[in-house]
């Protein structure tokens, strides 16, 4: 079946150190690799995507993400960590076929910043 | 500013009670999608629609139905309402695909539901 995993539930960093969100999907092709951040309170705000082509993609706020077919992986980095990132993070993809949108999410990833 | 919205903000309702959940997005988005957020769960699937008078069942479309009678709007009703169904709930809309690369998902802030 389609999955995206997300094996870190909660990460707790310290402000200014670097970053890495793990993600990874199973699929019997290439999905579509999408981030997501979440706020207290608010929606989801897309941070990034990939859907071909070079396999590091940059995003806002300073974030990136790095997809690796041999891994099934679609992980985000970010190398200095500011207090304002404290949030949920989701990874999800989209099947890769045309009149399809859906998107399947991970679990998430709650960040904890410490000054 | 284009956008999406979603009322009410909060909720607070009784077990068997109908309740509508509304959803307006202003981006003139063919596809819309309803999901609820739990914790442990991410974000499932209730329901979507890829266009007007079209609707489709998602991951979790028991006891909710939806209505697309026209381009801006999406409501989900639950038919009575049970504790299970107390939630967050996420409208979200994109524009049509028809191609072989996909736009993203628009969110809206989210309508939590307390059903006592």
């Known amino acids: 079946a389609q999955s995206v995993t997300q094996p870190d539930i909660h990460i707790t960093v310290s402000e200014g150190a670097s970053l890495e969100l793990r993600c990874n999907y199973s699929?019997?092709?290439?999905?579509?690799l999408f981030w997501y951040v979440q706020s207290p309170g608010q929606g989801l705000q897309l941070l990034l995507k990939?859907?071909?082509?070079?396999?590091l993609v940059q995003g806002i706020k300073g974030f990136e993400a790095e997809f690796k077919r041999s891994q099934s992986s679609f992980n985000l980095r970010k190398p200095s960590v500011h207090w304002s990132d404290a949030a949920e993070y989701f990874c999800?993809?989209?099947?890769?076929?045309?009149?399809?949108?859906?998107?399947?999410f991970g679990t998430g990833t709650r960040l904890q910043v410490f000054p | 500013d284009a956008e999406i919205t979603q009322s009410p903000r909060h909720k607070i309702t009784e077990t068997g009670r109908q309740v509508t959940l509304a959803c307006h997005q202003t981006?003139?988005?063919?596809?819309m999608f309803w999901y609820r957020q739990d914790l442990g769960h991410g974000l499932r699937l209730i329901h979507y629609?890829?266009?007007?008078?079209?609707?489709n069942k998602g991951e979790v479309s028991d006891g909710y139905s939806v209505s697309r009678s026209n381009t801006e709007d999406l409501p989900l009703t639950l038919e009575s309402a049970a504790s299970s169904q107390t939630s967050v709930y996420f409208c979200?809309?994109?524009?049509?695909?028809?191609?072989?690369?996909?736009?993203?998902?628009?969110f809206g802030p989210g309508t939590r539901l307390t059903v006592l």
């Open positions: 979200a809309s994109s524009t049509d695909l028809g191609k072989t690369s996909t736009d993203t998902q628009y």
């Open positions: 699929y019997g092709a290439t999905p579509y």
């Open positions: 990939y859907f071909s082509g070079d396999t």
């Open positions: 999800a993809v989209a099947p890769p076929l045309i009149y399809t949108d859906k998107l399947i």
């Open positions: 981006w003139n988005h063919n596809n």
């Open positions: 629609s890829y266009g007007v008078q079209d609707t």
